[in-house]
Each structure stands twice: as C-alpha cells, then as structure tokens.
Nanobody, 125 residues
Framework: QVQLVESGGGLVRPGGSLRLSCAASEFTLHTGGIGWFRQAPGKEREGVSC???????GYLDSVEGRFTISRDYAKNTVYLEMNSLKPEDTGVYYC???????????????????WGQGTQVTVSS
C-alpha cells in the first residue's frame, strides 16, 4: 500500500519561506508523478505544483517563480520549496501520487491514486 507523509508546514509571516516534504513508501518516485495540492477554508482543492516521471514540472500561475518542486530519489522524497509566501497561500497542503508513468504531470486531482494526510501552512503577520 502506497503511503505518503507530508511534513514541514507551519506558521510563517508574509514574505517568509517554508519547505514541505512528501516522503513516499511502497512507491518509487521515478515510476510515476507527484502533485502538491492545497485547500483553503471554504475553497476547493487546487493543484499547486507537480513533477512527472521524467522530471517535467508544472505550477499554478499564482505560485510560478515563488515555489519550486524537486525530488530526491535516494530519499524517495519530493519537496516543495515555497518562497515569498503570501496570506493567500494559506491552506492545508497535500501531496498525491499518480502511479502511472507519465511524460507530463497535471494539476487536476483525478489521475492521482494516493493522497497524504496534509500539512497546514498558515501565512499571517
């Protein structure tokens, strides 16, 4: 059974930075894609960033240039480096795994088979 465990969330002031981690077990990263999604109170879940089986990446327009997704194959972990954080970045952040080999990743949730429990990110002064 694939398991994904997120960590690294917290409270940060506007303009600050956080690095989220998504540790995967029973799933080898290069065989599929990973997506990061977030959900703010009263809003729908939205895709933030993704990385495909061949390391092609995608970003939500509002985070392009501020967030960077990467992965460490040795640790079987995907990271989301978040800089210049804004209050509108607040939400629960989830990582998800698409266990199908893909050239390109997607920011829509349907192809993702497994989801982590989420980590809270709060950007506030």
């Amino acid at each position: 059974q694939v398991q994904l465990v997120e960590s690294g969330g917290g409270l940060v002031r506007p303009g600050g930075s956080l690095r989220l981690s998504c540790a995967a077990s029973e799933f080898t990263l290069h065989t599929g894609g990973i997506g990061w999604f977030r959900q703010a109170p009263g809003k729908e879940r939205e895709g933030v960033s993704c990385i495909s089986s061949v390391d092609k990446t995608g970003y939500l327009d509002s985070v392009e240039g501020r967030f960077t997704i990467s992965r460490d194959y040795a640790k079987n972990t995907v990271y989301l480096e978040m800089n210049s954080l804004k209050p509108e970045d607040t939400g629960v952040y989830y990582c998800a795994a698409d266990t199908t080999f893909t050239q390109y990743c997607t920011l829509v949730p349907e192809p993702y088979d497994y989801w982590g429990q989420g980590t809270q990110v709060t950007v506030s002064s």
